[in-house]
């Protein structure tokens, strides 16, 4: 038995001075040191030993592996040595070369917009309110005087989850939660940014998830004519100092009376042209007193407080400020389109 063990010592050494990978060195590991291995093959016939022999070849046995574990060892961080210079050498990076531009992200337009919206109304003293896109149908509509059988639904086609669950048409039921949480106290000053969707087809001027803000302002005595104001200092902010509104009567079921507002064309001074159709004015947004159901419904007393409400496309404001002719160009991440607008 001796002398299979050192027959098997001296074919271990002699096959690992031929292995190049660290790969290489785990088989010969389980190859001859393994629980399957060559040496505990030759170990299982100790049994058939004398007493005396057994001490001796144990010791051989405990040499042999030592042998073999110690040049397991050495080949083993020799090959992971040269597979790392192997490595090295093949991913080298010549330092001299100029290193690739990094180019700066560019704010989006509508967040632009949406900013500079926030910013004039904040300036005005009005604070923002968010809240949930999956809307009720409460909030959605029958708080804002549209029951389940009211007719003016139809104008918004809705994506509905569940019968009582749909994704928000408008960012309107974040003023009568706003309403409710301050129970009955005034005044009232919000504005609520954010998305809204409405099954709608895509074309330059329609998408089926726009953006929207709302703004809402509910105290004792406010009239039509502070509508107005504000939103003549809105446009003036926006879009030029000497620009001008007007108010054309309209219908919307939350708000009475309802107006349509129109900024003169930023384009032509008012003058007429094509991007006005040759009036002068641009529509820009909707508006109107808040209907005395609304407020009655939010817990507030109409005969007491009186209020006024206004929304806008955020994207509509977008493509009249920078002149952009299709409202596809915000969602289709094309660098090129986005690249114009300077970076904040």
Same mark, same amino acid.
Request: glycine share 8%; charged share 30%; net charge negative.
């Given at each position: 038995?001796r002398?299979r063990?050192e027959s098997?010592?001296q074919e271990?050494?002699?096959e690992?001075?031929q292995?190049?990978s660290?790969?290489?060195?785990?088989?010969?590991?389980?190859?001859?040191?393994?629980?399957?291995?060559?040496?505990t093959?030759?170990?299982?016939g100790?049994?058939k $030993?004398s007493a005396?022999e057994?001490p001796?070849?144990g010791?051989?046995?405990?040499?042999?592996?030592e042998?073999?574990?110690?040049k397991?060892e050495?080949?083993?961080q020799?090959?992971?040595?040269?597979?790392?210079?192997?490595?090295l050498?093949?991913?080298?990076?010549d330092v001299t070369?100029?290193? +690739?531009?990094?180019?700066a992200?560019?704010r989006h337009p509508l967040?632009l917009?949406?900013?500079q919206?926030?910013?004039i109304?904040l300036?005005?003293?009005?604070?923002?309110?968010?809240? *949930?896109?999956?809307?009720?149908?409460?909030y959605?509509?029958?708080?804002l005087n549209?029951?389940?059988?009211?007719?003016?639904?139809?104008?918004?086609?809705?994506?509905?989850?569940?019968e009582?669950?749909?994704?928000?048409?408008?960012?309107? *039921?974040m003023q009568v +939660?706003?309403?409710?949480?301050m129970q009955?106290?005034v005044?009232v000053?919000?504005?609520c940014?954010?998305r809204?969707?409405?099954?709608d087809?895509?074309?330059?001027t329609?998408s089926?998830v726009?953006?929207?803000?709302?703004?809402l302002?509910?105290g004792?005595?406010?009239?039509?004519?502070?509508l107005?104001?504000i939103?003549?200092?809105?446009?003036?902010?926006m879009?030029?100092?000497d620009?001008?509104?007007?108010? +054309?009567?309209s219908?919307?079921p939350?708000?009475?009376?309802?107006?349509e507002?129109?900024v003169?064309?930023?384009?032509?001074?008012g003058?007429g042209?094509?991007?006005?159709k040759?009036?002068g004015w641009i529509?820009?947004?909707?508006?109107?007193?808040?209907?005395?159901r609304? $407020?009655e419904m939010?817990g507030y007393?109409p005969q007491?407080h009186?209020?006024?409400?206004?929304?806008?496309?955020?994207?509509?404001?977008?493509?009249?400020?920078?002149?952009v002719d299709?409202?596809r160009h915000?969602?289709t991440?094309?660098l090129r389109?986005?690249?114009?607008?300077? +970076?904040v």
């Amino acid at each position: 038995m001796r002398e299979r063990l050192e027959s098997l010592k001296q074919e271990a050494l002699n096959e690992l001075e031929q292995i190049e990978s660290s790969g290489q060195v785990q088989e010969l590991r389980v190859k001859y040191l393994g629980k399957k291995g060559l040496l505990t093959e030759i170990l299982r016939g100790m049994g058939k $030993l004398s007493a005396e022999e057994r001490p001796i070849v144990g010791q051989v046995a405990n040499e042999v592996r030592e042998a073999i574990e110690s040049k397991l060892e050495e080949k083993g961080q020799a090959a992971e040595r040269a597979e790392v210079e192997a490595k090295l050498a093949k991913e080298s990076i010549d330092v001299t070369l100029p290193g +690739r531009t990094v180019h700066a992200g560019n704010r989006h337009p509508l967040n632009l917009v949406i900013e500079q919206i926030e910013d004039i109304f904040l300036g005005m003293g009005f604070n923002i309110a968010e809240g *949930p896109e999956v809307e009720t149908d409460y909030y959605n509509f029958e708080t804002l005087n549209l029951p389940k059988d009211h007719p003016a639904r139809d104008m918004q086609d809705s994506f509905y989850i569940t019968e009582d669950i749909l994704l928000r048409t408008h960012t309107s *039921p974040m003023q009568v +939660r706003t309403m409710e949480k301050m129970q009955g106290q005034v005044p009232v000053k919000i504005i609520c940014p954010g998305r809204v969707y409405r099954r709608d087809d895509d074309d330059a001027t329609h998408s089926h998830v726009f953006t929207q803000v709302e703004g809402l302002m509910v105290g004792e005595n406010v009239r039509m004519s502070d509508l107005k104001g504000i939103l003549l200092s809105f446009a003036r902010q926006m879009f030029s100092e000497d620009a001008k509104i007007r108010l +054309r009567p309209s219908f919307f079921p939350f708000t009475e009376p309802s107006a349509e507002v129109d900024v003169s064309c930023m384009f032509c001074g008012g003058n007429g042209c094509r991007i006005c159709k040759h009036t002068g004015w641009i529509e820009i947004l909707g508006s109107g007193m808040v209907h005395p159901r609304v $407020l009655e419904m939010a817990g507030y007393d109409p005969q007491k407080h009186t209020g006024f409400a206004f929304g806008m496309g955020v994207e509509r404001i977008a493509m009249l400020k920078y002149g952009v002719d299709d409202v596809r160009h915000f969602y289709t991440n094309d660098l090129r389109f986005l690249k114009q607008f300077n +970076r904040v």
